[in-house]
């Protein structure tokens, strides 16, 4: 595994945890379970590029289901 594999998993990863709390504490789902996705793809994933446009979609997919809830 390269360095920047590493970095861009464990940021994403730490990102991922942070909403999986967030939902967990306030009782929403969309920021669980899009938490628990972002951390299953940064576990999976290797390619850095490809993580990080498919973490950014999954953010963005949270911040507008978020906001038409």
């Known amino acids: 595994m ?3 594999s590493l970095l861009v ?3 994403f990863g730490t990102v991922g945890s942070g909403y999986a709390l967030y939902g ?3 009782g929403a789902m969309i920021p669980l ?3 628990l ?3 299953a793809v940064s576990t999976f994933i ?3 590029l490809l993580l990080t446009a498919i973490s ?3 953010m963005a997919g949270i911040f507008f289901l978020g ?3």
Do not use: D, Y
């Open 9 to 11: 998993s464990m940021f």
């Open 56 to 58: 950014a979609a999954l």
């Open 24 to 26: 967990k504490k306030q």
């Open 33 to 35: 379970v899009g938490g």
């Open 2 to 4: 390269e360095t920047n």
């Open 37 to 39: 996705a972002m951390i």
């Open 67 to 69: 906001r038409m809830a």
């Open 46 to 48: 290797t390619a850095p």
